[in-house]
């Protein structure tokens, strides 16, 4: 099982691109929104990759954080969405956006990306909307880790030296540090499930808070969730 390739970007395709590995090219199929934020050929870049294996071949697919990749190996499970839907609806909306359209059952956002109709959509949300819960979580668990871009070798090309972006900081900034909207959304999920709500209900009434508040912390999120799931007089 190949879980990561980290090395040179050596040219990029229309839906692929080349990493050159210590002399060995991989392959690795990519959404548009990842192929959008890749560096330039010849500059160093790391992906985690799903390896799918048919008789016809094996192909990687690369994605920039676990949680991408999670959601990836997730939508595969529904009837009739393969690796192409997977790609088109990571690549149009996102892990994020896409956890809060399964949760709150908005198919119709799912419908928007390419070649991704209304009958794939729903059956989308009708059968992973019970199963967001545990990858919206895992955001919180693994933050946006991404997957650690090298230093290379002028001369030879190997990796040598792991940094922690792919652009140097300038001075005086601070390292990027993981989304804090999506890790206020996990610990508002953790605390809703404490005070005994099913996830279901609680990533439903937790994504409808953080659309209504972009940016909200922790307790505002947990404070608005409580107020969506409050019995209606």
Sequence with gaps: MIGRVAGRLVYRAQDHVLIDV???GYLVHVS????ASLPRNGEAVALFTELQV???GWTLFGFPTLVEKEWHRLLLTVQGVGSKVSLALLGALGPDALGRAIALGDWATLARAKGVGPRTAQRV????REKAP???AMAGLVGTSTATTHTLDPEEGDVVEPVEDAAPAKKGS???EPDGSALAQADALSALGNLGYAPGEAVQAVA???DANPGAGTPDLIRAALRLLAPKE
């Excluded at 548009?32 to 192929?35: A, G, K, L, N």
């Design 22 to 24: 210590r002399g060995v």
């Design 32 to 35: 548009d929104r990842v192929m």
């Design 54 to 56: 048919r008789e016809d």
């Design 125 to 128: 949300v009708n059968e992973l």
């Design 134 to 136: 545990g990858v919206m």
């Design 174 to 176: 601070r390292r990027r």
């Design 208 to 210: 409808q808070a953080a």
